[in-house]
């Protein structure tokens, strides 16, 4: 693993997390035990990670772009044995409303010692194989966070997936710079490079130019990110060298426009390869090889194997080929459910299936294609967006009478998040005032990128905002 001048061999890695499981170990940490980890993307992220696993101990990722207000929603609802801090981050534990006292917080650095202290967990606890390993929190529908368990058998089907899906080999680099907090990162890249033996290429957080300069250097040969960040990279000043070094490049988050793929093509002679996943269902759909992107573009793919899919009605009947409805799907390593939310589970978990929420429609030959969300979740730069947790921030606005969030089409992020708000009758509300509520309890893509008033908002005839002409 290659992270800025550090270098890590995996042995390296492997020693480390099991004196780190050392330090867990000691402070109590017992199989199921729930532990945060709250860092930015750094090997250490990794080490931790592992030594979670070691002594049997369920990861709870965090998002290091959260703020204090997020970081306590989910204390709240994770009950967390141990929280493990970058202490690069401290302050944010410190703002309003403070961690739980019962949290225990181990503050870490970046930095990690190789040669740490001799005692040491040389072995894993050997817990339930069907038992949660990891819950990836997002937010809810309702703004609320929402935990989504995996056990460790989910995991290791995953990677198992993901490596015979990716055509990725031990002399491979593989780019990594989405927060290691998301599944994507840690599990569908990092977990999948370290099963074949290539080495990581790990960024804190994508830099376009950057990257680029490693890309000429030759020391990335791979890589996944959401379609904004191959148009970030397209927009950089060429470098001699850059093109010919990729052999393959995946990307998901958002349907993956004829345009960019020829473009990105065009300049690094590498095409992109489209899939479809959820957190709650990663890597289920994808393209084989870059002929079917040609000859079916907006197509996210096929079906893995070992994963059904089916497009029906509200009523869970199937549909024809060519119709829309909800994909809804079956396999494997779909997650558990969600975190002590049976309600929640029960509303996407029918008879084995999870209905995934976006619409779509399957051709003759089943290739997928999401055709709209079906649920109102923006997704900006492949960061997922709930309206409902921005708008309660706005509603606390003093003079806001009414507010409606919604994501609104850009060719380089995807989507931006654009506010509308109705002032109470005779109050002037200012726009910067939003911004700056959303600023201190938002992490920053999920901050309006415009804010813009209205006499009342649109409405159908039930009374419900009529979001679609916001879209507009």
Not at 58 to 64: D, G
Not at 187 to 214: K, M, N, S, W, Y
Not at 255 to 271: I, K, V
Request: hydrophobic share 40%; proline share 7%; charged share 20%.
């Amino acid at each position: 693993m290659r992270f800025g001048p550090e270098t890590w061999s995996y042995a390296s890695l492997e020693r480390v997390s099991g004196q780190l499981a050392g330090a867990l170990r000691s402070r109590g940490v017992q199989n199921g035990h729930r532990i945060g980890l709250f860092m930015t993307n750094c090997p250490a992220w990794l080490a931790w990670f592992f030594a979670i696993s070691r002594v049997g101990g369920v990861a709870v990722p965090m998002n290091p772009a959260y703020t204090g207000t997020e970081i306590s929603s989910i204390l709240e609802v994770s009950d967390l044995r141990v929280l493990i801090c970058e202490d690069r981050l401290a302050s944010r534990l410190d703002s309003p409303p403070k961690q739980p006292p019962s949290v225990d917080v181990l503050m870490t650095s970046r930095t990690l010692q190789v040669n740490g202290p001799a005692e040491m967990i040389e072995h894993a606890a050997s817990p339930d194989p069907t038992a949660p390993a990891v819950i990836f929190f997002s937010s809810g529908s309702t703004g609320m966070p929402k935990g989504i368990v995996h056990s460790g058998r989910n995991l290791v089907r995953i990677v198992q997936t993901v490596s015979m899906t990716w055509p990725l080999r031990s002399a491979d680099g593989l780019f990594v710079a989405m927060p290691l907090a998301f599944v994507y990162s840690s599990i569908v890249e990092c977990l999948t490079a370290i099963r074949v033996g290539a080495t990581v290429e790990l960024q804190e957080r994508f830099d376009p130019d950057a990257t680029v300069a490693r890309l000429a250097a030759g020391k990335i040969t791979s890589m996944m990110g959401v379609p904004s960040m191959y148009r970030m990279l397209l927009a950089t000043r060429e470098q001699p060298g850059e093109s010919g070094k990729l052999r393959f490049c995946a990307t998901a988050g958002e349907t993956l426009e004829p345009a960019l793929s020829h473009q990105f093509g065009e300049r690094f002679s590498c095409p992109l390869l489209d899939f479809y996943g959820l957190t709650e269902a990663p890597h289920i759909i994808a393209h084989s090889n870059p002929a079917e992107i040609l000859e079916r573009p907006l197509s996210c793919g096929r079906v893995l194997t070992g994963v059904e899919a089916r497009v029906v009605d509200d009523h869970g009947q199937s549909l024809p080929s060519g119709e829309t409805g909800e994909l809804v799907v079956r396999a494997p390593w779909m997650f558990d459910g969600y975190f002590r939310d049976p309600t929640a589970t029960k509303a996407v978990l029918k008879e084995g299936w999870f209905w995934t929420g976006d619409l779509a429609r399957q051709d003759a030959e089943e290739y997928v294609y999401i055709v709209e969300r079906k649920k109102e979740l923006i997704k900006r730069s492949g960061f997922n967006v709930f309206p409902a947790e921005v708008e309660r921030v706005i509603r606390e606005v003093p003079g806001i009478a009414e507010v409606a969030v919604v994501g609104v089409a850009d060719t380089f992020l995807g989507e931006r998040v654009k506010a509308w708000i109705v002032p109470r009758p005779g109050v002037a509300v200012n726009v910067e005032q939003v911004l700056a509520a959303c600023r201190a309890k938002l992490a920053s893509y999920k901050v309006p990128d415009a804010v813009e008033e209205l006499q009342e908002l649109p409405k159908g005839p039930t009374g419900k905002i009529a979001r679609k002409e916001l879209r507009h």
